[in-house]
């Protein structure tokens, strides 16, 4: 009975050793695994600060590429259209514009001038028949017709205010009379004075006055003539000149470079008159 005890007590921490024993391997073969997962760990965490790395990488990359993708380069195909789209807008920007000038109302044309009234145009009638006679030379008779307008015609203020201006030379010329040369010559000299002084009327008063002595001095024709040309009376001072030239035909030559009748030079009877052969 002893023995069989003494076995089993025996026996009994073999097999708790041997028990115990697996969970020693267990508990080493536990740790062999952490230290060999430890340095996985390791590995995989020194991987991920490349990872990282790589990721910002991409990340500063990708505002080069959507920098890149908001300002394309320019294709020449793509500029063309441009333009066309351009020119298209511009055109039919114009085609509007015209459109709406077109419906603009046209501008109102001015007002027609106001036409004389029949005091007015008969007023300016009298008016240039006196001064016809003014520029001829003739006051006395200019003087009267002068008086008649401003008595007539007195409500046509212009008018009237002129022929007052006109009626006033007139007199005065006529107060001078008597003071006036009696002989032909003396009045054609005095004529001649007027003349270069450019007191055209007045020496055309003296020409005449010297004619009306004396109607057929050639040399008062001219001096007349050359008068008439400064004041502007063309039809007449050729007359004159033509009149001069056929009493004493060799005044063709002062004629030619006379300053005096430069206004008749345009004229084809004065021409005619001084470079014609003499009859």
């Known amino acids: 009975m002893s023995s ?30 952490a230290t060999a997962a430890k340095p996985k760990a390791k590995r995989a965490a020194a991987a991920k600060p490349a990872a990282r790395k790589a990721v910002t990488r991409k990340a500063a990359a990708k505002p080069k590429a959507t920098a890149k993708a908001r300002r394309p380069a320019p294709k020449p195909a ?6 066309k789209k351009l020119t298209v807008s511009r055109v039919k920007k114009t085609h509007k514009l015209a459109a709406v000038r077109a419906v603009r109302p046209t501008q109102t044309a001015p007002p027609a001038p106001r036409q ?22 003739r006051f006395a008779e200019a003087r009267n017709q002068f008086r008649i307008l401003v008595d007539k015609y007195s409500q046509v203020s212009e008018v009237a205010a002129r022929a007052r201006t006109y009626l ?22 005095r004529g001649v004075i007027e003349l270069n002084r450019g007191e055209y009327v007045a020496a055309q008063e003296m020409f005449e006055r ?9 040399h008062i024709h001219y001096g007349l ?19 001069a030239l056929a009493i004493q035909p060799n005044l063709r030559v002062r004629a030619q470079h006379d300053h005096d009748l430069n206004p008749l030079r345009n004229d084809p009877d004065f021409d005619r008159l001084i470079f014609s052969n003499p009859s």
């Open 4 to 33: 069989s005890l003494t076995k089993g007590l025996r026996r009994s921490p073999t097999r708790s050793k041997s028990k115990k024993a697996p969970a020693k391997t267990a508990k080493r073969a536990v740790k062999a695994k």
């Open 116 to 137: 004389p009234t029949i005091d007015e145009s008969a007023a300016l009638g009298a008016f240039e028949r006196a001064h016809k006679e003014f520029v001829r030379g």
């Open 168 to 189: 006033a030379i007139a007199e005065s010329r006529l107060r001078t009379e008597s003071m006036l040369p009696r002989d032909a010559d003396s009045l054609y000299d």
């Open 78 to 83: 793509a500029r063309k259209t441009a333009a």
């Open 210 to 218: 010297a004619l009306k002595r004396e109607p057929e001095a050639a």
């Open 225 to 243: 003539a050359a008068t008439r040309a400064r004041l502007g009376s063309i039809d007449l001072a050729l007359e004159s000149l033509q009149r």
